[in-house]
């Protein structure tokens, strides 16, 4: 089955940087972008990366994303408490008939 | 700006049928493509299914394929998901989201803010 795998947790102080990973089996990651999705408590998604590394607008440049090979990172620097929340990976596996695959999600946490 | 406005979720027995609707408005609806997510109490996000702009390609997650049908009204700027034979693992928040262009294997750009089903005896 067709995966993207991301750490369970992360953890940071006020104005740290971290990073979650992606990574994953499906076929087509290789050549498909990866995008990363923001969930925060009682809100709606929020597209956060698209196409491995383009924020879209009014995202603040703290966040950034990069892709090599079949993984790929979310950084956030200068970590805000407002950041506390879940943030998960999305890629679209071209094997059978086409699916949007998401990693499981990783629940960032302000310490 | 854009707004998806979902509607149609509720109580359920295993078996039963619900139908989502999703308003869009905003945006140029018939052209972007649009999709369900969902997201199960204490488990991640799930894509559900999705439809390109002009309704000529549809796609499902394998665990609702042959329960669940996505279709669109372009003339009322809105998308629906037709979910037949329920189960207790459908209950879930279920998300309406924008893809970026035309075709479903594009990023989603815009989500709504949900509607739970819950399916339950």
Redesign the interface.
């Given at each position: 089955q067709s995966m993207l795998i991301q750490p369970p947790s992360a953890s940071g102080t006020p104005g740290q940087r971290v990073t979650i990973s992606c990574s994953g089996n499906i076929s087509s990651l290789g050549t498909n972008p990866v995008n990363w999705y923001q969930h925060l408590p009682g809100s709606a998604p929020k597209h956060l990366i698209y196409r491995s590394n383009q924020r879209p607008s009014g995202v603040p440049d703290r966040f950034s994303g990069s892709k090599s090979g079949t993984s790929a990172s979310l950084a956030i620097s200068g970590l805000q408490s407002e950041d506390e929340g879940d943030y998960y990976c999305a890629a679209w596996d071209d094997s059978l008939n086409g699916r949007w695959v998401f990693g499981g999600g990783t629940k960032l946490t302000v310490l | 700006e854009v707004q998806l406005l979902e509607s149609g979720g509720g109580f359920v027995q295993p078996g039963g049928s619900l139908r989502l609707s999703c308003a869009a408005s905003g945006f140029s609806f018939s052209s972007y493509a649009m999709?369900w997510?969902r997201?199960a109490p204490g488990k991640?996000?799930?894509?559900v299914s999705?439809i390109n702009s002009n309704s000529g390609r549809t796609?499902?997650?394998?665990s609702v394929k042959g329960r669940f049908t996505i279709s669109r009204d372009n003339s009322k700027n809105t998308v629906f998901l037709q979910m037949n034979n329920l189960r207790a693992d459908d209950t879930a928040m279920y998300?309406c989201?924008k893809q970026?262009t035309a075709a479903?294997?594009?990023?989603?750009?815009?989500?709504?803010?949900?509607t739970l089903v819950t399916v339950s005896a």
């Open positions: - | 999709s997510v997201k991640g996000l799930e894509w999705g796609y499902y997650a394998d998300y989201a970026d479903v294997q594009f990023p989603f750009d815009f989500w709504g803010q949900g």
